[in-house]
């Protein structure tokens, strides 16, 4: 597979509001276990980020999303209509880090690494791979788009 190829992917919520197609430049997934994403995705967060220049929505759909600031700087964003949890951003960014649970398959996704493990819920073990954990955020030489 190309890397051109790489990032090729569908995806849409539950109603279809919102769906949209990448044309590449995924970054690698990783999970979040932090408490943010845990409540707004109802689990931990398995998400790609990809450069919002390769994201070619469907017709309306980006008028179907609502943005929720979780913080200052990010924002989640879900279906209007059927309340799907879709997307992560933070403002200023120039992508947009996409929950994996939302793609079609095959996604040809990998398990990067997982972060914030110390927020995790009690009740689930990490998923049985070998990838790197953080418990906090990303150290900066393992960041998979900043710098
Ligand atoms: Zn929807
Ligand atoms: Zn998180």
Redesign the pocket.
């Known amino acids: 597979m190309s890397d051109q190829a790489k990032g090729e992917m569908t995806g849409s919520c539950v109603c279809g509001a919102v769906a949209f197609r990448t044309t590449g430049g995924a970054h690698p997934m990783s999970w979040?276990?932090?408490?943010?994403?845990?409540k707004y995705h109802g689990h931990?967060?398995a998400?790609v980020a990809v450069p919002n220049d390769k994201i070619e929505w469907k017709a309306g759909a980006e008028d179907s999303i609502r943005w929720y600031h979780t913080s200052d700087t990010g924002q989640r964003g879900g279906c209007a209509k059927c309340g799907s949890a879709l997307f992560?951003r933070s403002l200023g960014e120039d992508h947009i880090s996409i929950a994996a649970g939302i793609l079609d398959n095959p996604t040809q996704l990998e398990t990067r690494d997982h972060?914030?493990t110390a927020?995790k819920g009690d009740w689930y073990a990490l998923e049985p791979d070998n990838a790197p954990r953080y418990e906090q955020d990303w150290p900066s030489e393992a960041h998979p788009y900043k710098g």
Do not use: N, V
């Open positions: 979040c276990h932090c408490t943010l994403c845990r931990a967060l998400a992560f972060i914030y927020d």
